[in-house]
């Protein structure tokens, strides 16, 4: 609960403590980290997910052209 009432706080209403892990995995993405980087950072067990935040990176880059 903090976290989704910090998360409101500062107008990010969408977001709790899942979206606000996602965002950043997508962002380190972007950035150019690697899987088993951005699983360090974000705390991720298994690169399954992280493997799934990735592709969405590439998907919006491709959306971007």
Do not use: F
């Amino acid at each position: 609960q903090t976290i989704i009432k910090a998360c409101r706080a500062i107008g990010l209403n969408e977001l709790g403590a899942h979206g606000l892990r996602k965002a950043r995995a997508v962002r380190l993405a972007e950035a150019g980290a690697t899987a088993p980087q951005i699983a360090a950072w974000t705390g991720h067990r298994s690169l399954g997910e992280v493997t799934a935040y990735i592709a969405e990176m590439d998907r919006r880059a491709a959306v971007r052209g």
